[in-house]
C-alpha cells in the first residue's frame, strides 16, 4: 500500500465542508479557504455559552430573596462557578491536547443545560450552588476544544479566526444581563434559559462531526508542527509575560466595566442612563477592537499587536479621568478599541509559542480572563470605597504601562514571516 503523501501544518478545511465532512478537503494556508461556516457556527456556540455563564450573576437578587441568603453564600455560589468556570480550564485543554475529544462540545451544552435546570428547580441553598457549578464546568469543557476548532477552521488566519470566535462570546456576555431583566421574573424561569443551551447541543453536535470527521488530518498536522526556536525557560518566560499583559489588560477592563458609570456620575453628575450610554459607548468600542485586532494581526503580526494595544493605550487611560464629558465620550471608544485588540493577538501568539498545546492555552487565557475580571472586580471596588472613584481611575490609568514588557517577546517564525513580505 503505497504510504500517504505527508500533510503540512499549513492546511485547513475547505470552506462549507463542515455539512459534509466525509467529503471534505484541506486547503493550504497560503491561498486556501478559511472554513467560515465553521467559524460562525463555533462563533455562535460561543455566544449561547456566555449568554448562559453572564445570566447568572444578574439573578443574584432574585436568588437571595427566594431563599434569604447572606453575602457569604452569594459569595460561595460565585466561587463555585468561577473555579469550575476559569480553574478547570487549562486542565481540560491539557487533558485534550493529548486526546482530543470532539464530542465533549455537544456535551458542554448539557452540563450546562443541566446546571439551568438546577438553578431554576433547586429546592434548598446546596442544589443553587450545584447548578452553578455545573454551569462552570459546562464552560470549561466547551472554551479549550472549540478554541482548537475556531483555530484549525481557520486556513491559516489564526488571528481573524480568533476574533471571529471571540465576538461571539462577547455578545453573548453582553446579552446574558439583558435576556435575564427582559425574560426572568421568577426562579423557575431560569429553566426557560435551558432551551437556548439545547440549541448549543444541537450546533455543537453538527461541529463536533465536522471536528472527527477531520481529526486525523489534524493530529496529523501536530505531528508536523514547527516549534520555535526558544528554550524551554525563554518560552516559560515568555509565557509570563503574556499572562502578566492579560492581568494588566483585564484590570483595567474591570475597572471600566464595574466603575465607569459611577465615575461619570460622581465627576459630571449625570443620571443612570446617561452613564449607562457612555458605558454603551465603551463597550461597542470592545466589540469593534476584538472584531479588528485578530486581522490586523494577521497581516503585521501578533507580536506588534500585543505591544501596540496594551502599552499605545497609555496616553488614553491617563488623559480619561481628567477631561470633558464629550472628550471623555470619545476616549472611551478609543480605549475599548485599542485594548481588545489585544486579546486575539495573545492567544495567537501563545498558541504559536507552544503550537501543541491549542487547548492548554484556550483553557489557560480564556480562563484568566473570566477569573481575572471577576477577581479585581471585587478588590478595585474594595480600594474605590477607600480611596474614591477618581483616585481609583487615576491609578488603573497607569495598568497599561506594564505593555512595556511587550517589547520584549520574541520573534516567532510568522513575525519573520511578516517581516520577509514586507
Request: overall charge positive; aromatic content about 12%.
Amino acid at each position: 500500500m503505497p504510504a500517504r503523501p505527508p500533510i503540512s501544518d499549513k492546511t485547513a478545511p475547505a470552506a462549507g465542508s463542515w455539512l459534509r465532512p466525509g467529503k471534505a478537503k484541506a486547503a493550504a494556508v497560503s491561498g486556501g479557504d478559511t472554513a467560515i461556516a465553521v467559524l460562525l457556527a463555533i462563533s455562535f456556540g460561543h455566544l449561547f455559552n456566555d449568554v448562559m455563564q453572564s445570566m447568572l450573576p444578574a439573578v443574584y437578587p432574585l436568588l437571595r430573596a427566594n431563599y434569604h441568603l447572606s453575602l457569604l453564600q452569594i459569595g460561595l455560589i460565585t466561587a463555585g462557578f468561577q473555579i469550575t468556570g476559569s480553574v478547570l480550564q487549562p486542565l481540560i485543554g491539557f487533558y485534550t491536547d493529548k486526546k482530543p475529544l470532539p464530542y465533549s462540545l455537544p456535551f458542554s451544552a448539557l452540563f450546562t443545560m443541566a446546571g439551568l435546570l438546577a438553578l431554576a428547580f433547586a429546592g434548598h441553598y446546596w442544589g443553587l450552588l450545584a447548578g452553578a457549578c455545573l454551569v462552570g464546568f459546562g464552560s470549561s469543557i466547551f472554551h479549550p476544544e472549540a478554541a482548537r476548532v475556531a483555530r484549525f477552521a481557520s486556513g491559516g488566519r489564526f488571528g481573524f479566526a480568533q476574533s471571529v470566535f471571540q465576538v461571539g462570546g462577547n455578545s453573548g456576555t453582553a446579552l446574558g444581563p439583558l435576556l435575564a431583566a427582559l425574560f426572568i421574573n421568577r426562579q423557575y424561569d431560569v429553566g426557560y434559559f435551558a432551551l437556548i443551551a439545547f440549541a448549543g447541543f444541537l450546533l455543537l453536535t453538527i461541529i463536533a462531526r465536522w471536528y472527527a470527521a477531520h481529526l486525523r488530518r489534524i493530529l496529523a498536522k501536530k505531528a508536523q508542527l514547527t516549534l520555535p526556536d526558544l528554550s524551554k525557560t525563554h518560552i516559560r518566560r515568555t509565557l509570563f509575560m503574556l499572562v502578566a499583559l492579560m492581568t494588566a489588560k483585564y484590570i483595567y477592563l474591570s475597572s471600566m466595566n464595574n466603575f465607569y458609570t459611577f465615575f461619570t456620575m460622581e465627576k459630571y453628575g449625570l443620571t443612570v442612563h446617561q452613564a449607562q450610554y457612555l458605558l454603551f459607548l465603551y463597550l461597542g468600542g470592545i466589540a469593534a477592537g476584538t472584531i479588528f485586532g485578530g486581522p490586523i494581526g494577521d497581516k503585521i503580526g501578533a507580536r506588534r499587536v500585543i505591544w501596540a494595544s496594551i502599552l499605545g493605550v497609555l496616553p488614553f487611560t491617563l488623559a480619561l479621568p481628567h477631561v470633558s464629558l464629550p472628550l471623555m465620550a470619545v476616549l472611551s471608544v478609543i480605549i475599548g478599541l485599542i485594548l481588545a485588540s489585544a486579546f486575539p493577538a495573545i492567544v495567537v501568539f501563545a498558541q504559536e509559542l507552544m503550537p501543541g498545546k491549542i487547548g492548554t492555552i484556550a483553557g489557560l487565557f480564556y480562563g484568566l480572563s473570566f477569573g481575572i475580571g471577576a477577581l479585581s472586580s471585587a478588590l478595585l471596588g474594595a480600594l474605590g470605597d477607600k480611596i474614591g472613584n477618581q483616585a481609583l481611575f487615576d491609578l488603573c490609568a497607569f495598568l497599561p504601562l506594564l505593555g512595556i514588557i511587550a517589547l520584549f517577546l520574541p520573534r516567532l517564525p510568522s513575525e519573520k514571516r511578516h517581516r520577509q513580505r514586507a
